[in-house]
């Protein structure tokens, strides 16, 4: 958003590991108000028109918006496509700042860097841990966003005060339900979004579109909730479409828009007047926002209009004549001049950063904590995982049950042995890449309202995925192969065996956790997964010998984990090995075959280098993920 570059600590909070949270016996505590100004606001997107030959317009969603909202319920409502949820999330700072011009001001002053940690905001769809129960999600919450010197005791009284606040206390200890199992109602899951906001106690509430696909009683109860928050001094700004009567009746102020236009901002309780005076009259009995709407769209009928009338135009010029217009005028612009004047005056003290409320070790840990528990609540994949895993190995073990030394079969039988486990062992990583599709709405949510670093949640992916996933399942495939295919038995060989086939599985897992950042869609991830092993898969060496390959192609093997491998696996058994076929020993030698195939043995490096390059492929692809991660579009 362009502003003038000075910043100010606003009236509202210092930072977000002190001020900006204090536990009491309440759950909600009256505190200093924070009213919010905005000042000729214009939001502008890039609209492709034609695909071929590519052309892109800028299409204008927000045109001069200005407005002022104070402690308590202040609405934005209007038809879809409005605009109402693009205001919304630029007031809480979720768009980007390059496609914003204009002023936003928190008590007069621009809002500090990051003050994602100060505010709360509540996204239309759920977000939330379905493995978990309401009061473990609000124990997440609190863990993270509350400061490190708050007790145990006081974040547990904090939580029942939530708890008991929202109604929640029959489903407290409820696991919240996903797509395997039910959980709590749909009602019970919007109040538990918002008591994820609510446990920081912040100074400003943002809601889109709380009552979306909520029955009339349970929005209701919502609005009400909402409504008390609002009493105690907090700023509860949302969206809204279409609310009945009851809940239009909680509304303090009220913004109506119509195509990115300021129809109406003022009282909730004067616009019934206001339309009056400019001829629109409502009907008896009928609903206030139905009628607002009927206006907007045209469909209602006005007693001073003439034939062929503009109405778009008609409300927009009519607001800004009028007399309440004239009154928000005289209340933000004073705002904006002595926020100008300041700063030409360089009287503004700077705003430091609003750090996160805990470090990356604290985050890295709960974070984790969640996986783990979130996996154990739901087993169904890791143990499929498991099961998927053992059968093939008892597959290839009885396919390739107790090789020989045999001179024609010994050395093609090994080969195609170790090359069908690492065909099975890369593609079981496929398991991964709904890892971060699957998360990408919660991930997303609750890195932007500062619950963690981008870092913490990544590592702590990766780790629990490594275990549960990878190490003990792979450990397991890896004894039952080695000892049913009758390989070496030399205890050096078997481990350096289960460390291959593990140092593969992270190679494939780090793949498929790339595409998984890269894409938005588990197919598309799929599809070019099994795009790259199966082009990994021709350069490994087996189906056709690296030596025949034209220059121009041959590079490509060096980015083939299959090559790697399979070279690594060829070594530790192939390496000085001999063949005979009865008694009679066979000319040609594990070394030979090595030999023939191009593949270094003769020193310990020569294998050691196969599992730095696997090592190596790993590392590259988690800094791609890493940086994926940091660079998902998070703000629209």
Known sequence: MKTKTCVVNPVFINDCNNARVKIHVKAFEHKQSTTISCHDIIY??????KLCPRKIETREILKGIDGVFKAGMNAILGPTGCGKSSLLDILAGRKEPLRVTGDLLFNGSPPPENFKCMVGYVVQDDVVMGGLTVRENFAFSAALRLPGHITKADIQEKIQNVINELGLTDCADTKVGNELFRGISGGERKRTNIGMELITSP??????????????????????????????????????????????????????????????????????????????????HNNPPDFFLDVINGAAVNTLDENNVDVHQKIVSSFRKSILNSRLQNVIKPILHQYHQACDTNTLNMSPKVEYATS??????VISSRNLLNLLRNPQLSILHWIVLTIFGLIVGAIYWRMDRDCISGIQNRVGAFFFILMNIVFSSLSAVELFIKERSIFIHENLSGFYRVSAYFFSKIICDSLPMRLIPVFLFSVITYFMLGL???????????????????????????????????????????????????????????????????WIKWFSLFRYGLNALEIIELKDMTFTNGTVLCSTTGNDYLTSQDIAYETKWDFWQNMVALFSMSVLMFIGTYIQLRRTKKIR
């Not at 502008?44 to 028109?49: C, G, I, L, S, Y």
């Not at 990356?360 to 840990?365: D, G, N, S, T, V």
């Open 360 to 365: 990356f070790l604290k985050q890295f840990r």
């Open 44 to 49: 502008r997107v890039d609209v492709k028109t």
């Open 203 to 284: 100074p400003v509430l943002f809601l889109d579109e709380p009552t979306t696909g909520l029955d009339a009683n349970t929005a209701h109860s919502v609005m009400q909730l909402l409504k008390s928050l609002s009493k105690n001094g907090t700023t509860v700004v949302f969206s809204i479409h279409q609310p009945r009567f009851s809940i239009f009746k909680l509304f303090d102020s009220l913004m109506m828009l119509s195509l990115g236009e300021c129809v109406y901002h003022g009282p909730a309780h004067e616009s019934l007047d206001y339309l009056r005076s400019i001829g629109y009259i409502i009907e008896e």
């Open 488 to 554: 070496t038995l030399d205890e050096e060989k078997f481990f350096l065996y289960a460390l291959t086939l593990f140092t593969v599985a992270m190679t494939g897992t780090s793949i498929a956790f790339f595409f998984s950042a890269c894409v938005t869609d588990f197919g598309m991830a799929n599809v070019w997964i099994a795009v790259t092993y199966v082009l990994m898969m021709v350069f490994s060496g087996l189906l056709v010998n690296i030596k025949t390959i034209q220059d121009w192609l041959r």
